[in-house]
Nanobody, 115 residues
C-alpha cells in the first residue's frame, strides 16, 4: 500500500500562485507515473499533469505554460507549481501514482481561486 500526503492548497486571488506538494511513502522512481488530477464541483475528475519515470511530462491544454510539475527523488515528493491561477482552476486536487495495473490516490487538497 502506498500512502500519499498532500499539502499546499488554499484560497488565492485570480492571477495568483500556489504550490502543491505530495509526499509518497515509497520511492517515486518505482512508479510508472506520478501526477496530479483535479475534480471541480459537479464535474468528473480530470488528469492535470503526469510525469513518467524517465521525466517526460504531460499537461492538459488549459494549464500548459501556467503549471509546472516537478519531483524530488531524495524526498519522494511530487510538486505542482501553479501560476496565473484562474477561477476555473478551482477544484480539489489529488496526487496520483501508478504502477503496473495499480494506482493510488491522496486524500485531496482544496484549491479555490476567487476575488
Amino acid at each position: 500500500q502506498v500512502q500519499l500526503v498532500e499539502s499546499g492548497g488554499g484560497l488565492v486571488q485570480p492571477g495568483g500562485s500556489l504550490r502543491l506538494s505530495c509526499e509518497a511513502s515509497s520511492d517515486i522512481l518505482g512508479f510508472n507515473t506520478v501526477g496530479w488530477w483535479r475534480q471541480a464541483p459537479g464535474k468528473e475528475r480530470e488528469m492535470v499533469t503526469f510525469m513518467t519515470t524517465d521525466g517526460t511530462t504531460k499537461y492538459i491544454g488549459s494549464v500548459q505554460g501556467r503549471f509546472t510539475l516537478s519531483r524530488d527523488t531524495t524526498k519522494n515528493t511530487v510538486d505542482l507549481q501553479m501560476n496565473y491561477l484562474q477561477p476555473e482552476d478551482t477544484a480539489v486536487y489529488f496526487c496520483n501514482v501508478r504502477i503496473r495495473s495499480f494506482e493510488f490516490w491522496g486524500q485531496g487538497t482544496q484549491v479555490t481561486v476567487s476575488s
